[in-house]
């Protein structure tokens, strides 16, 4: 019985992570596909100028902390573990994609430096809105 416990809680580690990440994915590349059609953004492959890269800043932070809000909602335990194990993938993911676009000509170094550095406050704050959530709940119990 304990082993189906800890493999069903496993499991749910997973995919409180996955969930999360596939939120704050197909937020963005939802939102990418929306603006480039509306010619907001540039094709994919063609450079962006540094205001249109502050906007894809503002909007992947965003929904950088929706992403990992649900993962520490989804999470069967220690919501702010789940929600940093969500954060380093994303700095992994960005740190790769920094590397594989560096020389690309793409736009500004800002943008992928910034990426790289946000990843893991917003996992943080996604993380601290769900804690607060359950302390609030807990204290008005």
Known sequence: MH???ESSR????????????????????????????VGVLP????PATSPILLLATAYRTLYGVV??????????NRPMTHAMVLGFMGLAANLAGTI??????LGPHWYPIT?????????W?????RIAQLSKA???V
């Open 125 to 129: 704050v996604g993380a601290k809105i």
């Open 67 to 76: 992403g990992s809000y649900i993962t520490a909602r989804s999470a069967p």
């Open 43 to 46: 094709r994919v492959g063609q």
């Open 115 to 123: 990426l790289i550095v946000l990843a893991l406050p917003t996992a």
């Open 3 to 5: 082993a189906t416990t």
């Open 10 to 37: 496993y499991l749910r580690s997973v995919g409180a992570v996955i969930a999360g990440a596939l939120v704050g994915i197909l937020l963005s590349v939802g939102t990418d596909a929306l603006l480039q059609a």
């Open 138 to 140: 807990t204290a008005t």
């Open 100 to 105: 594989a676009t560096w020389n690309k000509g």
